[in-house]
Structures are given as C-alpha cells and as structure tokens.
C-alpha cells in the first residue's frame, strides 16, 4: 500500500495567513494526486486533483503543487470559512487517504 | 445537479451483515464509477470498493472478502452489503461518484453513521 503522511497534524492561523499542508506518499506518485476540505458533520470536498487542478467552484485562494513523493496545499489570505479538516488522496495504487490535517483559527 | 441519497440499517450486532443504498440523481449513471468509502476515528478515510454500470467491481484487498458492491441501472442505485461486521467495521458510510478511472471523487452522499455494537 502506498502510505501517505501528512503534515502538520493539526495548526492553527490568522485570518489573512498563507497557510500551507504538505503530504509525502510512502513511494512515488507522479502527480496522482487530490485534495479534499471536509467541515464538521459533512461529506469531504474536492478541491484539487491531478496535485494542481482547482476544482471548478473551488476559490483561487486554494492552490496546489509537487510531484513524485512531495505534494503541498496553500491557501492563500485565510478565511473564517476555511475551517476544517484537509485530506491528501493518491490513486497511483489503489486508492489511500492521508491522516488529515486540521485547521483552526487563532 | 448530481445529488447522491444514502440510506440502510444504522445498528447492527457483530456477525451481521451491513447493508447500504444509494440513490443517484443527475447526470450521466453510465460515465462514473459508483464508489463506497467510510471514515473512523481509528481508520480514517478508507475506500471500500466501486463499481461501474457494467457491474463490473474492484474491491480494497482487507475487504475483498466480506465486501459486495452491486449496481441497479434500472433505478440509478447501486448497493454495498459487507458481512460479518465487527466493531471495527463501525464508521460513516459515504457513497461517493468518481471519474477519471475511478480515481478522483467529486460528489459524495450525505454518510451515514453505522455502529456495530452487541
């Protein structure tokens, strides 16, 4: 299987911050690749596939990059509506989630 | 728009057998994989298995064994049952459209809280 590790595990950040996630695969993925937002209570959400896609609907403020075994998430100018949790998902080999990162605001 | 509406038995006891259904509306049924992922505090995200209009299956290896995904075209629905549940199989149940393969998730069911308790 192929793992995936992301990092931080949890953080918290201004309104208006750039935050970023990173998440390393076990092996390497190309840009196989997605990202997801889930709030509380609710369905994961497609923000980024293939590492650098925006899902259309999805604000510009989101961005993603890397490739190989390093992929990043950045979201630029924080916003009180970006609260949640954040969740890597590679589909190089089989299909895994990463362990999630979660947002709070300071 | 695509709406995915999720239902079956929330409790079970172990050794039963788990059985969930989602209803597809919008959209093309035959272009998508149809897919089954579930969440736990322990496990996290966990892709269960997917299926496409042809009926045609793959399944995660841990589950291959106790995992059955079936598709109604008829109805737009497709189906997981998962047998002999434990307390490990406690969990949200997302049914969840795929593209590209089967491989990116872009409209997920409301989950559904299934608990596996004597």
């Known amino acids: 299987d192929v793992q995936m590790t992301q990092s931080p595990s949890s953080l918290s950040a201004s309104v208006g911050d750039r935050v970023t996630i990173t998440c390393q695969a076990s092996q390497d993925i190309t840009n196989y690749l997605n990202w997801y937002q889930q709030k509380p209570g609710k369905a994961p959400k497609l923000l980024i596939f293939d590492a650098s896609n925006l899902e259309t609907g999805v604000p510009s403020r989101f961005s993603g990059s890397g490739s190989g075994t390093d992929f990043t998430l950045t979201i630029n100018s924080l916003q009180p509506e970006d609260i949640a949790t954040y969740y890597c998902q590679q589909y190089d080999n089989l299909i895994t989630f990463g362990q999630g990162t979660r947002l709070e605001i300071k | 728009q695509v709406q995915l509406q999720q239902w079956g038995a929330g409790l079970l006891k172990p050794s039963e057998t788990l059985s969930l259904t989602c209803a597809v509306y919008g959209g093309s049924f035959n272009d998508y994989y149809w897919t089954w992922i579930r969440q736990s505090p322990g496990r996290g995200l966990e892709w269960i298995g997917e299926?496409?209009?042809?009926?045609?299956?793959n399944y995660a290896p841990s589950l291959e064994s106790r995992a059955t995904i079936s598709v109604d075209t008829s109805k737009n629905q497709f189906s997981l049952r998962l047998t002999s549940v434990t307390a490990a199989d406690t969990a949200i149940y997302y049914c969840v459209r795929a593209y590209k393969l089967g491989s990116i998730f872009d409209f997920w069911g409301q989950g559904a809280q299934v608990t596996v308790s004597s």
């Open positions: 299926i496409i209009h042809t009926g045609n299956t």
